[in-house]
């Protein structure tokens, strides 16, 4: 097979995660075809490092919120347009949107009919809210990645092919040993609680939650006078991060390599995270964690009559239970989240405790086939072009 007649995948991720889970497909896919495969598309510097050269930044959709995402619409509408211009004059063998549903399936929506299959990698989180969209994106879509066992019959029921991959978490973690190895180059003590803060990897959720952290840190170091923090943080928030740490009352290390994340994973004693993608690598971890988050008054009302789940943490969903703390909105409070914080970094018995918990977690989330989820994904995907007979 020549490079021209090498599959050409067409990949759309909109934030930081799905840098991540995209990075790690297109890795996949390079070791599944023996490198002979092309990639265009949109995406970060985790799938840039892969090969891919973005149309433009990825940073110019990494928005959240119903209310936030009003004043950066007309940008929004002209990234998606210019999207789907790319795919149509690209024409490749598949298109697979990641994640960031509001912007990719939109995007996916638009080039139903162009000539090649659609696949989306997460799939929406209907079982949350709005339980009828399963059948609107089963009306355009060729085929569904799951990451969860119990979201298949959701879409199924409505004709939409779906394969469950496993949680891309499951293949990131470090070796525990990287604990010890990370403390000793960073100069953390042994006697020191290092505590993981994780105020979010978008400017919203930063800009919201790190006045919180930080009075949070001022709260625990009363009774723990050594406590270090350490916070992994991607590019496009690096610079609001190492701000606001700047100013808090703790010594804080502030990483942006992923390898350095999940040494840091490995080193922390416990978590104090942002709801999202980086609680189930800390439930991979194993790191007892405290999940926070908050989001304008408007958005909190609108999502409160919607939702029709009682957690925000993955970890809680998979086992229908609060196995990871949750302080949402009004309780998103540095009185409340420094208590549940210090009964980890003091509670040798509760750190275990949840630590099994998440044993049951880790094996709900590592998908239905064999080997890491970024293969079973990339497995996915070739049937497809295979099964459409596009190269």
């Excluded at 290390?253 to 189930?280: H, M, N, Q, R, W």
């Amino acid at each position: 097979m020549t490079e021209t007649e090498a599959p050409l995948i067409f990949l759309v991720a909109g934030e930081p995660s799905g840098d991540q889970l995209g990075a790690h497909l297109m890795a996949a896919l390079t070791a599944e075809t023996g490198g002979r495969i092309r990639f265009a598309g949109v995406g970060g510097p985790r799938m840039e490092a892969e090969g891919l050269r973005s149309l433009f930044p990825m940073s110019d959709l990494t928005v959240m919120g119903l209310v936030e995402v009003l004043p950066h619409l007309r940008r929004l509408l002209r990234r998606m347009s210019e999207t789907e211009a790319a795919a149509r004059r690209l024409r490749p063998s598949l298109l697979v949107t990641i994640d960031s549903p509001a912007f990719s399936l939109r995007v996916a929506k638009r080039l139903k009919g162009a000539g090649f299959p659609l696949v989306h990698y997460v799939a929406p989180s209907v079982w949350a809210w709005k339980p009828w969209r399963a059948r609107k994106v089963a009306a355009f879509l060729d085929h569904l990645l799951a990451l969860l066992p119990f979201e298949p019959p959701y879409f199924e029921a409505h004709g939409l092919a779906t394969t469950v991959v496993g949680h891309p978490a499951v293949e990131m973690a470090a070796d525990p040993a990287a604990g010890a190895a990370f403390r000793a180059a960073r100069a953390v003590e042994e006697r020191a609680p290092l505590l993981a803060v994780l105020p979010g990897s978008r400017r919203s959720e930063v800009t919201r939650l790190s006045g919180i952290f930080g009075d949070t840190l001022a709260l625990l170091k009363r009774d723990f006078p050594h406590l270090r923090a350490v916070v992994p943080t991607v590019p496009n928030v690096s610079a609001l991060v190492r701000a606001a740490a700047a100013a808090w009352p703790v010594e804080t290390l502030v990483l942006e390599e992923p390898p350095e994340k999940y040494a840091a994973f490995a080193a922390a004693d416990a978590a104090l995270a942002a709801s999202g993608t980086v609680a189930v690598e800390l439930a991979v971890a194993r790191v007892p964690t405290v999940v926070a988050y908050r989001v304008s008054p408007i958005t909190a009302a609108i999502a409160r009559r919607m939702l029709k789940v009682r957690y925000a943490s993955l970890p809680n969903l998979v086992l229908d239970r609060e196995v990871q703390p949750e302080f949402l909105q009004e309780n998103c409070r540095a009185d409340r989240l420094a208590p549940a914080v210090a009964d980890f970094l003091s509670g040798r018995e509760l750190r275990r405790r949840q630590t099994r918990d998440l044993d049951l977690v880790v094996a709900a989330l590592s998908g239905a086939g064999t080997g890491a989820p970024s293969r079973q994904a990339a497995r996915a995907v070739l049937q497809v072009v295979a099964e459409t007979g596009r190269s």
